[in-house]
């Protein structure tokens, strides 16, 4: 959960030009909301500011006469403070004020600003109220929004409802997916609405999982991060793509958007239960493949996968049934001798998750035909939920940031 905030100065706080006033009293209502959620915070800085009163008087002193005493760090002011993009000014700060890498966030405007976040390790909120100089990091507009951000995702208790750690099965998910049950309706037929038809609200989707990885501390377990494909062939384009490629950059974490290929479509596993069609695996592991030489970029590819021993890669998929999505996912890249960490929004209720067994020797680079998908174990879906209150806080996070304002 968050403990605290790091702010930047540089079109954070204070423009290079004239401040507007509007602006600056609505990043003071951000301090404000703050106070009231009993959050640290702090600005970090490298040089000596003033705030635009004929260079008589310094930003640290306006600021602590319109919002109490707190903590001002400049690397100039004092020679113990390391310089920003240094990790060991993020290291400062987190060690001075009793804070995880996992429980801060960083928020910035600036190159530098963005630098300093990704060597610390930080989750870094772009903002652009004044200026929009950079485009690494999670946009907001207004300090409102940010608010928002905080209030609805970063504040939460219950991260994950499942987890799952059965030998190489690693597994995450959100809450439980339903749309019967009045306590899921509301969250579920968002999801379902967003993932399969993109009518839902995914800012809501990218926002939960991106927090539920960084405050859990999941994303430190990773290398690279790819997404399960859709049903039809050559389907690689996800609602999470442009969102999860800026959660990679933050944390130096490569996104893989072509990482699995679908060559053959898939039957939609609910238009086989409408036909009285039996489904199972392979119905997914005959019908990708890996990529051998990805997208590294928007432009350039890898010469050669870089998937190999030692190396942990982060599966992310909308909503899981009985697994057969994500194992089929996993089996192609533990192939390369990879370890994987699968994600799913949501996790199917009552539902078991059926473990594969081994499918044998195969290029996991090309296209394969099994005939047999043996079953290693039956994960029970009770027995790994991990926390109960999960469901009914996404419900109300849901709900929330719909509906959210300022608190007076």
């Not at 030009?17 to 509007?22: S, V």
């Not at 533990?334 to 290029?363: H, P, S, Y």
């Amino acid at each position: 959960m968050l403990k605290g905030i790091i702010l930047s100065v540089e079109d954070t706080i204070l423009p290079q030009g004239k401040p507007d006033n509007a602006i600056f009293e609505n990043i003071t209502k951000l301090i404000t909301y703050f106070k009231s959620q009993s959050l640290g915070f702090v600005v970090l800085t490298n040089r000596e500011w003033k705030f635009n009163d004929n260079n008589k008087t310094s930003l640290e002193t306006m600021l602590k006469s319109k919002w109490g005493e707190f903590n001002y760090y400049c690397s100039a002011q004092n020679s113990q403070i390391p310089s920003k993009p240094k990790a060991d000014a993020i290291n400062y700060v987190l060690n001075a004020m009793g804070w995880k890498d996992t429980e801060a966030i960083y928020i910035g405007a600036s190159e530098n600003d963005m630098r300093t976040a990704v060597n610390g390790g930080l989750l870094f909120l772009k903002a652009t109220w004044w200026s929009n100089k950079t485009n690494y990091g999670f946009e907001f507009d207004t300090p409102k929004d940010i608010a928002r951000f905080i209030d609805v995702f970063c504040l939460r208790e219950h991260f994950w409802c499942h987890e799952i750690k059965e030998g190489s099965f690693d597994y995450y998910s959100l809450a439980p997916f339903s749309t019967m049950k009045p306590e899921y309706t509301l969250y579920s037929t968002d999801a379902r609405e967003t993932a399969k038809y993109g009518r839902g609200h995914p800012e809501f989707w990218i926002s939960a999982i991106i927090t539920s990885l960084y405050f859990s501390g999941v994303h430190k377990k990773i290398d690279y991060i790819c997404v399960y494909p859709g049903h039809q062939t050559g389907d690689t384009k996800n609602v999470m793509d442009e969102a999860i490629s800026i959660f990679g950059k933050c944390f130096r974490k490569n996104y893989i958007p072509d990482l699995i290929q679908r060559h053959t479509t898939a039957i939609k596993s609910q238009t086989a239960r409408n036909n009285n069609m039996q489904i199972c695996h392979l119905n997914q592991l005959n019908t990708i493949c890996l990529q051998p030489k990805p997208m590294k970029n928007n432009t350039e590819r890898y010469k050669k996968s870089p998937l190999k021993h030692g190396k942990r890669v982060l599966l992310i998929d909308d909503i899981c049934t009985r697994g057969y999505s994500i194992e089929s996912g996993r089996a192609y890249l533990e192939k390369t001798g990879a370890k994987v960490v699968m994600v799913t929004w949501l996790k199917t209720i009552n539902t078991d998750i059926q473990m594969l067994d081994d499918i044998g020797d195969f290029d996991p680079y090309s296209v394969n035909t099994f005939s047999t998908a043996p079953v290693k174990k039956i994960i029970s879906y009770s027995n790994n939920m991990v926390n109960h209150l999960a469901p009914q806080e996404l419900q109300a996070q849901f709900q929330a940031y719909h509906n959210w304002e300022w608190k007076p």
